[in-house]
């Protein structure tokens, strides 16, 4: 949430690294929340959003999920 609240490319990286740790465990659908968010706030902060839209999409198919966004 700490990350949510600052400058918009810094947290798009944290989200990122956030998403990362998650797939580690074993967590896919957070993972793919992550890096949803992640990819909607790089591009908020002018940043490209491609990488982790394609993770975020890659998770969301693992798991059979469709995000509502």
Do not use: H, N, Q, W
Request: charged residues 20%; contains cysteine; aromatic residues 6%.
């Amino acid at each position: 949430m700490d990350a949510l609240r600052g400058d918009p490319g810094t947290a798009a990286l944290d989200l990122g690294g956030i998403a990362g740790e998650f797939e580690a465990m074993g967590y896919p659908l957070p993972s793919a929340d992550c890096y949803a968010d992640a990819a909607l706030l790089a591009e908020r902060a002018g940043l490209d959003p491609a990488p982790d839209l394609a993770d975020s999409r890659r998770l969301y198919a693992a798991c059979g999920a469709v995000p509502l966004l």
